[in-house]
């Protein structure tokens, strides 16, 4: 079993920042891709990006390439995701999730979710 818990969520201006924090379990964080995703009101829940098991490969959904930074720190058991310029379009609960394969941009591929933090950026 893996436990996922996310944090550093809130409310911010636009053009504001956050980083968003993942505490996962110690016997996977070294072999697990990790991936976060985002979820608005009414909408599907969406890829926003995904880091390989050894932080050596990332991967972005559109919106966020410039902006967004996924990142990871195996030893602290820790998945990252830095958010920078901020829009009210990224306003969503944010989700981690793992999985023991490869990064993968698809919510089905991932096995364990946290239990998401909200980001609200207002306009």
């Known amino acids: 079993q893996v436990q996922l818990v996310e944090s550093g969520g809130g409310l911010v201006q636009t053009g504001g920042s956050l980083r968003l924090s993942c505490a996962a379990s110690?016997?996977?964080?070294?072999?697990?891709?990790m991936g976060w995703f985002r979820q608005a009101p009414g909408k599907d829940r969406e890829f926003v990006a995904y880091?390989?098991?050894?932080?050596?490969?990332?991967s972005y959904t559109d919106s966020v390439k410039g902006r967004f930074t996924i990142s990871r720190d195996n030893a602290k058991n820790l998945a990252y995701l830095q958010m920078n310029s901020l829009k009210p379009e990224d306003t969503a609960i944010y989700y981690c999730?793992?999985?023991?394969?490869?990064?993968?941009?698809?919510?089905?591929?991932?096995?364990?979710w946290g239990q998401g933090t909200q980001v609200t950026v207002s306009s």
């Open positions: 999730a793992a999985r023991d394969y490869y990064g993968s941009t698809s919510l089905r591929d991932y096995r364990y």
């Open positions: 110690r016997r996977t964080i070294g072999t697990f891709a």
């Open positions: 880091i390989t098991s050894g932080g050596g490969m990332t």
